[in-house]
C-alpha cells in the first residue's frame, strides 16, 4: 500500500489489490481472484515473480493486459485475424469485470496520497492510457 507524497510505503493507506476493493462480504477474495486467475491460465499468462503479488493486484492485472496486447500483435504479424480478435474480446471483458471496477478509484486514491510524487504521477498516466484504450475500441 502507498502513502505520503514521496512515494513511502504505509500499510493500509491505499490498497493495491482488486478484492481490496470490491471482494464479496459473504464468499471473500476466493471467487474474485480465482476469475482473475482463469483469465491468466486461459491465455498462459504467469507473471515473472507470482510469489510478489496476489493475482488481483495491479502490477499483474495491468501486465495481463500488455500481454494480451502482445499476442494480439503476433496474431496481426501471423495473419490470424481470429486468434487477434479473441485476445481485444478478452481484453475488453477482462477491462470491463475486472480493472474497470477498481482501478480508476485505486487511480485517484493514489494520486491524492501522492500527488506530486512518482507514484501520483504513475496513477495519472495510468488512468489516461486505459481511457484511451476504451476510446480506441468500438
Known amino acids: 500500500a502507498l502513502a505520503g ?8 493507506a491505499c490498497r493495491d489489490c482488486e478484492s481490496d476493493f470490491h471482494g464479496s462480504p459473504l464468499a471473500g ?10 483469465f491468466y491460465r486461459a491465455f498462459a ?21 500488455g500481454y494480451l496486447a502482445m499476442k494480439q500483435a503476433y496474431a496481426i504479424h501471423r495473419g490470424a485475424a481470429d486468434q487477434a480478435e479473441i485476445c481485444a474480446e478478452a481484453a475488453d471483458a477482462f ?7 477498481w482501478l480508476a478509484d485505486f487511480c485517484e486514491r493514489v494520486q491524492a496520497a501522492a500527488p506530486e510524487g512518482f507514484y501520483g504521477q504513475a496513477a495519472e498516466f495510468t488512468r489516461r492510457s ?5 476510446r480506441g475500441r468500438p
Do not use: S
Open 5 to 12: 507524497g514521496h512515494g513511502a510505503r504505509a500499510r493500509g
Open 29 to 38: 477474495k476466493g471467487p474474485l481472484v480465482a476469475d482473475v486467475a482463469g
Open 45 to 65: 499468462y504467469a507473471p515473472e515473480d507470482e510469489t510478489a503479488a496476489a493475482p488481483d493486484h495491479v502490477a499483474p492485472e495491468l501486465g495481463f493486459l
Open 95 to 101: 477491462r470491463e469485470e475486472h480493472l474497470g471496477v
Open 130 to 134: 486505459i481511457a484511451a484504450i476504451e
